[in-house]
């Protein structure tokens, strides 16, 4: 009976993201052009992850993006979070939706903004410029020293509204008697959010760590439509390499192994997050 | 909780400079899309915002036809995600059945898989089949990462609905099939409406999928047809601009409605991403 209820929805999650992950597997042992036969290649795709200068940099510019998308919004949130906790400010539900916005606007859209916010001519310079820093203006999707932070800055704008509500939310279900015990212990700000609020929110700092690592590694639409991986391989992320040797290089199998390799990367990064974020709550 | 004044000021500008932060895109966008035509034609404008942009980028960029996709992408995979996700999280959330563990974290399997470990396969093998450039190889896809989500937070939401209402309804001599349709269902309108939200958004602005899977110019979502308007039309930002408001529109018009679910459902079912 209840496999009934259960059986459409599980032939069409088999069908098209199940059996194609078994296939990803298979492929990713053979060396394809999409073409032409494949041959059986064992792991040598998976050893090129390691090996190849080329992907090597590619998961390296991925840890970077983590430090933009993921450790950068956290921090930034936790200090706005709980700055917000302790006042009561108004305006409180305007300022949620508007710092909430980007997470709803699609990322090409996004990354058409941010293009021109970063062209010579645009924004960024414009700011520069007003403040009297103009000297440091630049093309910054095409600077090979400044392309890469400047996607990273994307995702920190694109992240941060996201990691403020959560922890926002959270600091809310903290009960206030908390902290009126740590203000009669003669607690300052600084006490208060290290012994009542940091511990409090363990495990929505968990949840946000977890979704922004994972938006991090999966960074394909906005490299896609700001710089391509370039100028060079400056800005190429594994998601970029997947697409691009599968699609554009014919490296089919080694776009699988990479595929896999970023799979097995998400799952252990999830499962090792929420087990430190469990661990505090028992 | 009381605090100084001088801390509630500062606090007033940390929230305008970061509301500000968060706008600043969207505002460049908005202006440049409501601006004169940066490569000098000239167009009609009406009180200093020049709407035919709109009308123009309308028609060059083509997205008349890309919003038509679009919506019959998002609306085929949000029905059959309701449908699918609510049977499926009916059987796990109340009933018993061998293999109920197993099945379970199958399904959560597919809630962190990244489309990237699957397009690859997904395109060679529905290209052998002759599915590619069809419509059904960019809305199944997503369907099936969808009804993943779907059926853990349908799940979740009849675990937590009354139990004695259940054995109510049974003992009143309701079928299971009754009991889904004439007592959950109704009940469950609050977490149905969260993931048609969810699930709208997420298959709206998806860019991978469509991007692998069409090369036909007719079959291409929004967000495919403002990244190839970028790379045809690189004269001037006005147009581009223009396309890509009308591309975010609809979402964001539903989110400025329905921000309660939005926020809500991300923070709750944030796992997918």
Aim: one cysteine or more; hydrophobic letters at 55%.
């Amino acid at each position: 009976m209840a496999y009934l209820y259960l059986l459409p929805a599980f032939l069409v999650y088999a069908a098209f993201l199940l059996y194609p992950l078994v296939r990803a597997v298979q492929i990713s042992f053979y060396d394809w052009d999409g073409l032409t036969l494949a041959s059986w290649v064992g792991f040598q795709n998976y050893a090129d992850v390691l090996a190849d200068e080329g992907l090597r940099a590619a998961f390296g510019h991925a840890l970077v993006l983590i430090g933009f998308f993921a450790v950068l919004p956290t921090v930034v949130g936790l200090v706005l979070a709980s700055i917000l906790n302790r006042a009561r400010v108004r305006g409180l539900p305007f300022f949620r939706t508007v710092v909430f916005l980007p997470q709803v606007i699609a990322m090409v859209v996004v990354a058409v903004a941010w293009r021109r916010i970063f062209a010579p001519d645009g924004g960024l310079n414009s700011l520069l410029d007003a403040v009297g820093l103009g000297s440091l203006g630049r093309a910054w999707l095409g600077d090979y020293g400044t392309a890469l932070p400047a996607i990273g800055f994307v995702g920190t704008w694109f992240e941060t509204g996201l990691v403020t509500i959560l922890l926002l939310a959270g600091m809310g279900r903290i009960n206030p008697e908390l902290y009126e015990a740590a203000r009669l212990d003669g607690a300052g700000p600084v006490r208060e959010f290290l012994a009542v609020t940091l511990p409090s929110v363990r495990g929505e700092i968990s949840v946000a760590l977890t979704l922004t690592v994972i938006a991090a590694l999966r960074t394909f639409d906005l490299v896609y439509v700001t710089t391509r991986g370039g100028p060079g391989t400056t800005t190429s992320v594994p998601s970029y390499e997947v697409y691009n040797r599968a699609f554009q290089l014919g490296q089919v199998g080694s776009a699988a192994a990479i595929g896999v390799c970023l799979t097995v990367l998400i799952f252990a990064i999830s499962f090792v997050i929420t087990r430190i974020g469990d661990r505090g709550d028992s | 909780m009381r605090v100084g004044r001088g801390e509630r000021t500062a606090n007033y500008v940390i929230l305008i400079a970061f509301a500000l932060f968060a706008l600043w895109p969207i505002v460049t966008v908005l202006v440049s899309a409501l601006g004169a035509d940066d490569t000098g034609a000239q167009g009609s404008s009406f009180a200093g915002l020049h709407l035919g942009n709109f009308a123009q980028a309308w028609d060059i960029g083509r997205f008349g036809t890309y919003l038509r996709m679009s919506a019959l992408v998002s609306t085929f995979v949000v029905a059959c995600t309701v449908v699918l996700s609510v049977l499926a999280g009916y059987a796990f959330g109340c009933m018993r059945f061998r293999g109920q563990t197993v099945l379970f974290y199958l399904f959560l399997l597919g809630i962190m898989m990244p489309s990237e470990a699957v397009v690859v396969p997904l395109f060679f093998d529905l290209r052998a089949i002759g599915l590619t450039d069809t419509f059904w190889a960019v809305a199944m896809p997503q369907v099936a990462q969808s009804v993943a989500f779907g059926t853990f937070w349908m799940r979740a939401y009849f675990r937590s609905s009354s139990r004695v209402l259940v054995e109510a309804a049974r003992i009143d001599g309701a079928s299971t099939r009754r009991i889904l349709w004439q007592v959950l269902v109704p009940l469950a309108r609050p977490a149905i409406v969260t993931l048609v939200v969810l699930v709208f958004m997420w298959t709206w602005n998806e860019f991978l999928i469509p991007l692998v899977m069409v090369t036909d110019e007719s079959l291409r979502t929004a967000p495919l047809g403002l990244a190839f308007f970028q790379g045809q039309y690189t004269s001037g930002f006005t147009l581009l601009a223009a396309g890509a408001v009308i591309v975010a529109t609809p979402v964001v018009v539903l989110y400025l409605f329905l921000q309660r679910h939005f926020i809500a459902g991300m923070l709750e079912g944030a796992i997918r991403e």
